[in-house]
Every structure is written in structure tokens, then in C-alpha cells.
């Protein structure tokens, strides 16, 4: 695939996979990690084969990381990884059976908060206290 005729001049791909059953990459469903250099960082999700359905995220809107992995996840070192963002339309991106899921969990972590911070974008969390 050529990634600048896709997505534009200067797009890079960063990271790649498909969903994978036992282990094997062989679904229609495809993710994408884009960076097009001082514009955008996005998290595609490509699935469908005769007909597609893309779902994009912008990495400075996730809020939240978490990570699920079965019994056979662990044998065959796929996982799943979750990802909740403040973006109405995309609530929720599910990266679903990846291989190496605590290295892409680590890489999306740390490409999120250079993102937060290229966008001047903090999180702050809200705590509510019982009363007395």
C-alpha cells in the first residue's frame, strides 16, 4: 500500500497489524498508526473486504488505555487494547487480537502524550469526595 497516496504528502506509517485468530493474521480487519508530520497523528481501523468501514482516531484525544488478553492471547502473544477517548463520535477504539499488545499499549502511551502536549491538550481527573 502506498501510505502518501492514501493519506496524503508526507504520511508515514508508523505501525501496522491486522486482528488475528489463533495467533495467524487472517481477517479483513486492518490498523493503521499515521503520522503526517505538523498536521496530524491518527489511529486508522480498516475493516471489510468488498466494502470497507474506517474509523480514525486522533492520538492527543485519547483519555484512557486498557488492555484484555485470554489464555490463548498469552499463547500466542495477542491481545487486545482499548483505547477511550473524548471524541463523541469515537468513544471507544478497540484494537482487537494485535500481536505484541504491551509493546503497541507502551508505543500508543507514549505517542499519546507527545500528541497532549503538541496540542497543549491536559487531562485532569475528577475526583468526588463523600460528604460528611
Known amino acids: 500500500m502506498n501510505i502518501e497516496k492514501k493519506y496524503g504528502e508526507g504520511a508515514e506509517l508508523i505501525w501496522s497489524d491486522r486482528k488475528r485468530f489463533w495467533?495467524?493474521?487472517l481477517s479483513f480487519t486492518r490498523y493503521r498508526l499515521i503520522r503526517k508530520?505538523?498536521?496530524w497523528f491518527k489511529l486508522f481501523?480498516?475493516?471489510g473486504f468488498t466494502y470497507?468501514?474506517?474509523e480514525e482516531l486522533n492520538?492527543?484525544?485519547v483519555c484512557d488505555i486498557s488492555f484484555r488478553q485470554s489464555l490463548f492471547g498469552k499463547l500466542f502473544d495477542t491481545g487486545s487494547v482499548i483505547l477511550r477517548s473524548n471524541d463523541s463520535s469515537m468513544p471507544t477504539l478497540t484494537l482487537r487480537n494485535?500481536?505484541?499488545p504491551f509493546k503497541v499499549r507502551d508505543m500508543l502511551s507514549e505517542y499519546i502524550e507527545q500528541e497532549r502536549k503538541v496540542h497543549g491538550v491536559r487531562l485532569t481527573e475528577q475526583h468526588r469526595h463523600g460528604g460528611s
Do not use: H, T
Open 23 to 25: 495467533g495467524m493474521p
Open 37 to 39: 508530520p505538523g498536521s
Open 45 to 47: 481501523s480498516d475493516i
Open 52 to 54: 470497507s468501514e474506517v
Open 59 to 61: 492520538l492527543y484525544r
Open 98 to 100: 494485535i500481536k505484541n
